[in-house]
């Protein structure tokens, strides 16, 4: 979080708030939302899809009119495509050509190809806006008396998008 709000306090200085011109200024920002979609995307789950015809997946025969589930959350976690694959390390983006739109079958939060979700690029800006003006603006402590190994991240499952088992609760200090 700290290098993140470096990165946006420095890019931006004294404007007194951060447009979306200015994300594409944010490599480290973009990294952390990379990062974060890979480990949590929303939906874990991408839309179902029926399969055409008759084909052969990883020594697999898939029968046509099968009704196929592509598993984000599991891809985001495989060991053959992430070095340690539960870690939180947005450094792993940083000169890295992966992208969130579709193009790079190791990260698909948004599904890919014909049907990606017609939302990337609004959920995408959304996302990176938000959490730079978040970073910009404020200073976050967790509430009195909790520490870092307080923070639960385990999810509620099944749902159709990922929720936390717990609330994560931040205390948002205005920076003057």
């Not at 931006?12 to 011109?21: A, L, M, S, T, W």
């Not at 944010?26 to 055409?52: D, F, G, H, S």
């Not at 909790?146 to 609760?169: S, Y």
């Amino acid at each position: 979080m700290r290098k993140a709000q470096e990165e946006v306090r420095k890019v931006i200085g004294d404007k007194g708030f951060v447009y979306e011109d200015d994300v594409k200024q944010l490599p480290y920002l973009k990294a952390v939302v990379k990062e974060t979609m890979r480990l949590q995307p929303t939906a874990p789950l991408l839309i179902p899809r029926e399969t055409t015809k008759e084909c052969y997946i990883g020594g697999y025969e898939i029968p046509a009119k099968t009704v196929v589930y592509v598993n984000a959350w599991a891809i985001g976690r495989d060991p053959e495509a992430w070095e340690n694959p539960y870690e939180f390390d947005p450094d792993r983006f940083l000169g890295s050509s992966i992208d969130l739109q579709g193009n790079d079958f190791e990260l698909i939060p948004f599904g890919a190809g014909r049907r990606i979700c017609p939302g990337i690029f609004m959920g995408i800006a959304t996302v990176e806006l938000s959490l730079s003006n978040l970073l910009y603006k404020f200073d976050w402590e967790m509430p009195g008396g909790m520490k870092r190994e307080d923070i639960d991240v385990d999810h509620l499952l099944p749902g159709l998008v990922m929720r936390m088992r717990d609330a994560l609760c931040l205390v948002p200090k205005a920076i003057l």
